[in-house]
């Protein structure tokens, strides 16, 4: 069964610093994975969609990478804003999985001003 | 184009009692699933589909109920509810090759109380 992990599972940084946040999956046969951003009593927003072909995509201040083999995806978000202060998921999609995504329990940040 | 529509956004029910939780999507979506939220326990799938008249049971299908008649259109039926329901619950839709659209939309959500 995939596992996907979330660390840190919470992170506060000022604003101007840029934030590493990491997801780790255990089974390297995905068809994508995608980052979310979620703000409380929110919904989730999509912020980057990446094909398991795909290395990396990126999206203003966001880029996504993905290393399928060891299982890692990082997201970097370059010189943090206030506004960027939310839950961030990332979810796997598996090749035997049609229609289910498999979520991390999501990375919580604060950006302080 | 409205994404993922959910309805209604908040409901109170009480133990016992039976709703439906209503999701449409507008993208021609082959797949649409079914999640609820909890506290400490993340994203938990209940039941998705990968096209019209195909459903299957997710991580948590227990006291849900789901049919899919038409592309658009993928209600959620609670049939006994009981208070460990009490969640938030989100509907997600993927899934267009003509558009290349591969990536999962949802909504905005559904707060249910059960009391």
């Known amino acids: 069964k995939q596992e996907v992990t979330q660390i840190p599972a919470a992170l506060s940084v000022p604003e101007g610093e840029n934030l590493v946040l990491n997801c780790s999956f255990t089974d390297s046969a995905i068809y994508n994975l995608q980052w979310f951003r979620q703000d409380p009593g929110k919904g989730l927003t999509s912020l980057l969609l990446?094909?398991?072909?795909?290395r990396e995509q990126t999206s203003g201040r966001l880029n996504a990478s993905l290393d399928k083999s060891s299982g890692r995806s990082t997201l970097y978000i370059a010189a943090s804003q206030p506004g960027d202060s939310a839950t961030y998921l990332c979810?796997?999609?598996?090749?035997?999985?049609?229609?289910?995504?498999?979520f991390g329990a999501g990375t919580q940040v604060v950006v302080t001003p | 184009n409205a994404g993922v529509t959910q309805t209604p956004k908040f409901q109170v029910l009480k133990t016992g009692q039976s709703m439906t939780l209503q999701c449409a999507q507008d993208?021609?979506?082959?797949?649409m699933s079914w999640y609820r939220q909890d506290p400490g326990m993340g994203l938990r799938l209940i039941h998705y589909?990968?096209?019209?008249?195909?459903?299957d049971q997710g991580e948590v299908p227990n006291g849900y109920n789901v049919s899919r008649s038409t592309t658009e259109d993928f209600p959620l039926r609670l049939l006994s509810a009981a208070p460990s329901q009490t969640s938030v619950y989100f509907c997600a839709s993927s899934y267009n090759k003509d558009r290349g659209d591969y990536g999962y939309t949802f909504g905005s959500g559904t707060r249910l109380t059960v009391v």
């Open positions: 979810a796997v999609r598996g090749t035997d999985s049609w229609g289910k995504l498999q």
């Open positions: 990446i094909q398991s072909s795909q």
């Open positions: 589909s990968v096209g019209a008249g195909i459903t």
């Open positions: 993208m021609n979506h082959e797949y």
